[in-house]
Nanobody, 124 residues
């Protein structure tokens, strides 16, 4: 059974940092493209960043470029999301998704698996 479990969310002041983890079981995450998405209350899911399995290419939403970084921790079957200089508008539930495609889709429905999410709240 495939599971993706996110952790690392919490309450942080604006300008602070958090590191989110997406740990997989039942699959080898390094052979999947992984995306991070976020969903704020009353809004549609928003693509944040992704990393491809084939060449390790990365893609970032304009809103997080220069502040967020995605990376693999292969030995831990994990994908990390480092978030710096957080803003109140970053407040959302963040979740990871994994798929077998070579590119990095920005639509969550195109991924095969997703986690339940971890909540990030940034206070002003």
């Amino acid at each position: 059974q495939v599971q993706l479990v996110e952790s690392g969310g919490g309450l942080v002041q604006a300008g602070g940092s958090l590191r989110l983890s997406c740990v997989a079981s039942g699959l080898t995450l390094s052979t999947y493209t992984v995306g991070w998405f976020r969903q704020a209350p009353g809004k549609e899911p928003e693509f944040v960043t992704g990393i491809s399995w084939s060449a390790g290419n990365t893609l970032y939403a304009d809103s997080v470029k220069g502040r967020f970084a995605i990376a693999r921790a292969i030995a831990k079957n994990t994908v990390l999301l480092e978030m710096h200089n957080l803003k109140p508008e970053d407040t959302a539930v963040y979740y990871c998704a994994a798929g077998g495609m070579m590119e990095i889709p920005e639509r969550p429905a195109l991924y095969n698996y997703r986690g339940q999410g971890t909540r990030v709240t940034v206070s002003s």
